[in-house]
């Protein structure tokens, strides 16, 4: 596959309401995942394994520290390269928000006409998944059309209000976005994956950067598609959306069921990330584990049972974690129980101290807070 012949743009302005703090300080997309990994690896991982390798980055100005931090050269993802490139953009957006300015369209279109790529492949940071983009791309020019978007089939409950349904004929031709639920056990959704030819899109970009209030390059792809005659290419591995807490947590929690674990990881595609050489992790002689994982670097002397532990945590005597999600540098004191819930980075929880949420609605402890009382929902 020719280098110079794809583009990508990774798209992660809107934000999520729902996400409870989590978001707060840092991009939906860099957001840590099984503990060892970050969501924006995932897309990052998809395009470096199908040959991509000039990368545009759409990110929220607030808080971008993260992202620098780890994608750093870009040399796990063959971003360092002198045939390869890749830019971040930051823009001020509000969550939610569907309209853009000037400058956000002049940047993406600067970078679209200056790589000279045949196709440009569109991705959202909020959807989780390990694709071979390649049969994407394959698929996209045998049909000759001008888009192709990936969908996934999902029940009802797995869809957010910020995701498009999408109404597909026989011949694979996507023909509506649906505004509301067929009734039926599952949904066409848009996985937010889009292969588009470059000068079409470059193309429709000037038409929009001449209205009022332009929209966002996810949003103008979502009204460009049922009027496109564009091809439906439907994804049959594991998917998680990423779209609030609840979501985000039972993503992780998935990764615990080792069908889930080996669809999304140990598939035909690798998944790269940032590496740290570090120790293993510490288990003394009275730990407790049950179907849990651990990054290196931890100290584990309490009880840990269903959980995600990442890297250079301490887990002290005879305390619990139980169901829930532990981000790195966090510190669980002496005899505390944490169930249900999501603890973020530096973390550090006194001893005694009991934090309890459902596995419908986990807790989340915001980073880097002393918890010294009780939290239970």
Known sequence: MKIDKYSAILGSTIGFHEMEGLTDERPLASLPFDGKYRLIDFQLSNLANAGVRSVYGIFRGQNIRSIFDHIRSGREWGLNTLLSHYFLGFYNAGIGEETADKDYYEQILTYLKRSGSDQ?????CDILCNIDLSQVIHLHNVSNRNMTVVYKKLPKEA??????????????????????????DTEKMSAGIYVVNTPWLIEKMEQEVQAEKPRKLRFLLRDLTPTSNTLAFEYTGYLANISSVKAYYDANMDMLDSHKFYSLLYSNQKVYTKVKNEESTYFDNASTVKNSQFASGSIIK?????????????????????NSVIFPKAIIGEGAVVENAIVDKGVTIAPGVTIRGTKENPVVVAKASEVVEDIIK
């Open 120 to 124: 440009t492949i569109y991705m959202s």
């Open 159 to 184: 869809i957010s209000s910020a995701n498009d349904i999408l109404e597909v004929d026989e011949s694979d031709t996507v023909t509506g976005n649906c505004g509301a639920f067929s009734g039926k």
């Open 302 to 322: 309490g009880n840990v049972d269903h959980s995600i532990i990442s890297r250079n945590c301490r887990i002290a005597e005879n305390s619990s974690v139980i």
